[in-house]
């Protein structure tokens, strides 16, 4: 990666060229020296007079986790809505398209044989409610068979059984914990073993003939009574909680500890049973909306910064990182610019966008429901990677990006920008989150890329994704990135350049890198 304040190397003409760049440097460098009112302004407001930890607490513990076409989903639609205009900012929910309805309910899971436990477990999302009394069944767990036929011949055994489909995992312990305490030996010898029960399991799903997707379905085609899995997320008590596949029969994620339990008591001849009280509604057809906001521009209205994060979550625990603190900075951001910079110069607008988790459907949709937007962007600036401090920004293969962010980020204060290091021209954004939908379309769109705080074990669409793993300061941080590069962005008397860096080969196909293609959204979801 290059470092802050570095464009990248030019051939040919060498000398006058190094001497542009470096006359450039000196000069972003004594301009970030030169204080600028509107910039301390933004710092002393985010600082002084944050509304982080109150906009937090009502978005995630009273709203909680925002599920497309969930009850909670419109409400934080609503919620933000209010929210802007208390502040003076225009704002609306923008319909782009419709989802199945549905609400979660109460999950309660219980061994009730051979002893009593009640267990640590949800139902997946859009899971079917069981209704009345629940279910108590049996569990069995999936077979191991020879082949698809053989599996065939084994499927009428899961009437009226819960079907275990997850492998055990052979310890509940992460691998920094092993690392801390095994031997060397011990740690080799357990990762050689969950390696191999790893690929075992592989097979065995394999010979079933179906896949994680379509085996569920089959299952509940023969009759089973509902489907137990567990999606352990590598780390002490987490799991990942995503969507059920069956459309009659529950599905349910159980914690790594109790579904061991449970398959050991299968597999050693125990024939436990479970409760499951998995309650749930079916809500129809629901629209989807994305809550856009703006300040209007009083120079180049029609010329857009535009911020960026998805506004919907997974539902395992309340989406507090995943997307809760993009979400908190963009509303900070346009809070603190509205109050300190009322009148930009270009319009800010902000986006807050459904069904991220499902393809980027709601970007998507606004990309290709506002070509004239899109064509006069200046800049996109999208966060959605944790509670961490910004610590990378590429220039999304945008060929003189370095160019125009080094001008803007020269602005940022030193203790947050000296932390961040750029890669220019970078690579564009292929569909990890919603800067991708805008990269797509060819305008110039940047991921304001956070430090870990263990997000992809701990976080990331998990059940342990809460208030309270949010770091403040690191939010803090960002949002006032977040207001100086929008301040600047809009200030800049040019208009960024759309030219796109030459991609490199791709190693795997040996052909040439090509643009990502402008997907369209699904506008119609969970509804076949």
């Keep these: 990666m290059k470092s802050l304040l570095h464009p990248p190397r030019l051939a040919n003409k060498r000398t006058p060229k190094l001497l542009l760049l470096s006359l450039l440097f000196s000069a972003q460098v004594g301009l970030a020296q030169t204080k600028d009112p509107i910039v301390e302004a933004i710092v002393k407001e985010a600082t002084q007079n944050s509304q982080l930890e109150s906009l937090g607490h009502e978005l995630m513990d009273q709203i909680g986790p925002r599920l497309v076409g969930s009850p909670q989903m419109q409400q934080a639609n609503d919620w933000a809505v209010a929210k802007y205009q208390g502040w003076g900012i225009s704002a609306r929910n923008e319909k782009w398209g419709e989802w199945r309805g549905w609400q979660r309910g109460i999950s309660h899971i219980d061994l009730v044989h051979p002893r009593l436990r009640s267990l640590e477990g949800m139902q997946l999302a859009w899971s079917p409610s069981t209704k009345g009394k629940g279910v108590t069944a049996e569990t069995i767990i999936l077979a191991d068979v020879a082949d698809s036929v053989a599996f065939q011949k084994w499927l009428p055994t899961v009437k009226g059984k819960l079907v275990l489909i997850s492998m055990p995992q052979p310890t509940g312990r992460p691998d920094y914990n092993w690392q801390e305490f095994a031997t060397a030996a011990s740690f080799e010898k357990m990762k050689a073993e969950r390696t191999a029960q790893t690929e075992a399991w592989r097979q065995r799903m394999s010979k079933t003939g179906y896949t994680a997707r379509t085996l569920p379905v089959a299952l509940e085609k023969a009759g089973a009574a509902g489907i137990v899995m567990s999606n352990w997320s590598a780390g002490f008590g987490v799991n990942k909680i995503f969507s059920a596949y069956t459309k009659k029969i529950p599905t349910v994620d159980l914690s790594l500890e109790d579904y061991g339990l449970v398959y050991r008591l299968t597999a050693s001849g125990q024939k436990p049973k479970l409760a499951i009280q998995a309650e749930s509604k079916e809500r129809g057809v629901v629209p989807t909306y994305n809550t856009i906001a703006e300040i209007k521009g009083t120079q180049k209205p029609d010329e857009y910064v535009i911020l960026s994060a998805h506004f919907d979550s997974w539902d395992g625990a309340t989406g507090a990182t995943d997307n809760g603190t993009g979400t908190l900075v963009m509303m900070e951001a346009m809070r603190i610019l509205k109050k300190i910079y009322p009148n930009p110069k270009r319009t800010i607008l902000v986006g807050h966008w459904g069904s991220e988790e499902q393809g980027l459907n709601g970007s998507r949709a606004f990309v290709e429901d506002h070509p004239e937007i899109v064509q006069k962007i200046q800049a996109v600036f999208n966060q959605d990677n944790g509670t961490g401090r910004v610590v990378n920004l590429s220039g ?131 509804l076949d």
Excluded: C
């Excluded at 110039?444 to 701990?458: C, D, T, V």
């Excluded at 770091?471 to 301040?487: G, H, K, M, P, Q």
């Excluded at 208009?495 to 190693?507: A, D, F, I, W, Y």
């Design 396 to 526: 999304s293969g945008f060929l003189h990006s370095y160019e125009y962010l080094n001008r803007w980020l020269a602005k940022v204060p030193a203790e947050i920008r000296n932390q961040i290091q750029t890669n220019f021209p970078g690579m564009p954004g292929g569909g990890g989150s919603d800067h991708a939908s805008f990269v797509a379309a060819g305008a110039p769109a940047f991921s304001l890329s956070s430090l870990g705080w263990s997000y992809g074990n701990y976080t990331w669409h998990t059940n342990r994704d809460t208030y309270d793993k949010i770091a403040f300061d690191d939010v803090r941080s960002n949002a006032i990135l977040t207001a100086i590069l929008a301040y600047m962005a809009s200030e800049d008397p040019t208009t960024t350049s759309r030219e796109k860096s030459v991609l490199p080969v791709n190693g795997r196909t040996g052909q040439p890198g090509t643009w990502p293609s402008q997907n369209k959204p699904t506008r119609r979801g969970g």
